[in-house]
């Protein structure tokens, strides 16, 4: 599975941004698609999930009531809807994706981030 994010950039706090993540290949596979960050000097940190057979999403408390996941299953597109930005979301937002083998285990590929920059 390949995954490439796109749609980040320079917002000013209190603005909006809506980032996608395309993925590839293996896709009828994927279990589940995440979006994790990770800010400088900070460990990467999970910001929202989603399961592909239930729908069922996650959100951390910090981002809580602010940002959306969702995925067009169709187009294997999973986006990220985040509003009312903070200068803290600046981060690096990376897509991942837990994809089931053969074997039966669950492996992880990510993409290759795309960085989100709020200004004060």
């Known amino acids: 599975v390949q995954l490439v994010e796109s749609g980040g950039g320079l917002v000013q706090a209190g603005g909006s941004l809506r980032l996608s993540c395309a993925a590839s290949g293996s896709t009828f596979s994927i279990k589940a698609m995440a979006w994790h960050r990770q800010a400088p000097g900070k460990q990467r940190e999970l910001v929202a999930s989603?399961?592909?057979?239930?729908?069922?999403?996650n959100y951390a408390d910090s981002i809580q009531g602010r940002f959306t996941i969702s995925r067009d299953n169709a187009k294997n597109i999973l986006n990220l809807q985040m509003n009312s930005l903070k200068p803290d979301d600046t981060a690096v937002y990376y897509c991942n994706a837990g994809v089931s083998s053969s074997e039966g285990n669950i492996n992880v590929y990510w993409g290759q981030g795309t960085l989100v920059t709020v200004s004060s």
């Open positions: 989603i399961f592909t057979e239930s729908g069922r999403t």
